[in-house]
């Protein structure tokens, strides 16, 4: 039985520091992972105001490893400044995934059964591994039916083709929750659902630049992220087939099955001996689930009863190559078009990053004064005025030329949006990317 590592972000006063930071680990969390978890770790007001009691969060790790997490507000913060957020996360190896179909819910489900989301206080000092039992079929077709029914077989069908025409979303409205995100995850094949990092109730991040993000109803969430164009905001509704229609061979094939009820079909294609498919491939293998659906219905024999067989097979580990956010950039080069999705792109690799506290909430504030900025919120630039030096000379050089680059993303993809649609005339918000532009280059804006 593989050994699941264990870890806890959190606020909290221990020997090395005091505030939001990897406050406890087992030990065979690398120190590669540790510092990508502490770059991931939520912490104060992270929370979105109406997401649910808990978010389920997942993205993968530079060991190759993933992190499955859950997300809470539990208590106080040490200082007693405000609620306390509190994340539990899983570091699960490749083989341990696949027996849960590489699906991140199956997983927190499971852990949850055995009694391994319980919270510590005060956090211990150590954590140790944790065996994980069990393991899930590839479709969870209850969620599926249910799902099809309060959210509708063509949105969920649009969803898929948004998720795999966009490089990044964030998905709003009432439906937009955790089984929204668990719908599109039991329709992809399990090989290609670690592509698709994720949270289901944390508010948009630079330094957490997962592909999805749920945000409900959280209509200040929703403002904020609609000034990144990289991130596509999709609203989950009825109408939302006629932005994203299902015209690719996949959502094709998932949008009938949704609407006839196979997914029983569904799970015996997943469970078939063929190789495992990469997300240029899906199209082709819509197709061939066209063609398998148009023949004969079967509900009986040796086939359907593989629907209760566990899954033998998923993605394998990172290669060599490949770095530990190849599959979701936040903040793609800009030249790069928006409705395309190439994961052999080249992807950036987090830094080593401290695991201060302080720089931690640093960075936190820094995220929402640059959103704000580029906004032509002129308190906010005013306020980044006095903080980017400040960061400038807390930050290692490895840190801040990472959090540099991120910001100048940000902050161009609103000027070269601005330009676009706004003409020669410089408005209000060009200027203000303009503005957090030249302070982010150490430069003083030309008169």
């Not at 063609?291 to 009863?305: I, N, S």
Request: overall charge positive.
């Amino acid at each position: 039985m593989e050994r699941i590592e264990q870890a806890i972000f959190t606020s909290a006063q221990t020997e090395r520091a005091a505030g939001y930071q990897l406050a406890a680990a087992s030990p065979g969390v690398c120190e590669q992972d540790a510092r990508a978890l502490s770059i991931w770790g939520p912490s104060h007001g992270a929370l979105l105001e109406t997401a649910p009691a808990a978010s389920v969060n997942f993205h993968p790790l530079p060991s190759g490893a993933y992190c499955v997490s859950r997300t809470t507000a539990s208590g106080r913060e040490y200082t007693g400044r405000g609620a306390r957020v509190y994340t539990q996360c899983l570091v699960v190896e490749p083989d341990a995934f696949r027996r849960f179909g590489n699906n991140p819910f199956h997983l927190m489900r499971a852990a949850s059964a055995n009694g391994l989301l319980r919270q510590h206080s005060p956090v211990p000092t150590r954590l140790e591994p944790v065996a994980l039992l069990g393991r899930a079929p590839a479709v969870d077709a209850p969620l599926l039916a249910r799902a099809t029914r309060e959210i509708g077989a063509a949105p969920i069908a649009a969803l898929i083709q948004a998720a795999l025409d966009r490089r990044a979303m964030a998905i709003a409205g009432e439906a937009a929750g955790p089984q929204a995100v668990a719908a599109l995850f039991s329709c992809l094949p399990p090989a290609c659902r670690t592509e698709f990092s994720f949270s289901t109730g944390l508010r948009s991040s630079p330094r957490r630049p997962f592909r999805i993000v749920a945000l409900g109803t959280d209509r200040a969430e929703q403002r904020r992220v609609r000034r990144v164009r990289e991130v596509a905001l999709v609203h989950l509704s009825a109408d939302l087939a006629d932005q994203y229609p299902p015209i690719g061979g996949w959502p094709q094939a998932i949008l009938r099955i949704l609407k006839t009820g196979r997914t029983s079909l569904l799970n015996r294609h997943f469970l078939q001996d063929r190789p495992e498919p990469a997300l240029g491939d899906l199209h082709a293998r819509g197709l061939q689930l066209l063609a398998e659906l148009d023949g004969p219905a079967t509900g009986h024999g040796p086939a359907a009863a593989a629907e209760s067989r566990p899954v033998p097979c998923g993605r394998s580990g990172a290669g060599p190559g490949q770095q530990p956010h190849a599959a979701h950039p936040r903040f793609p080069r800009l030249t790069q078009p928006d409705n395309t999705l190439d994961p052999r792109l080249p992807r950036r690799t987090p830094s080593a990053a401290t695991d201060d506290p302080a720089v931690v909430e640093r960075l936190e504030q820094l995220d929402d004064l640059i959103f704000e900025a580029v906004k032509g919120n002129a308190q906010s630039l005013s306020r980044l005025q006095q903080v980017w030096p400040l960061a400038r000379s807390e930050l290692s050089d490895e840190l801040l030329c990472e959090s540099r680059e991120q910001y100048l993303r940000c902050a161009l993809s609103v000027w070269d949006w601005s330009v676009a649609s706004g003409g020669a005339r410089p408005s209000d918000q060009t200027n203000a990317a303009l503005e957090v532009i030249c302070l982010l280059l150490g430069e003083d804006r030309p008169r």
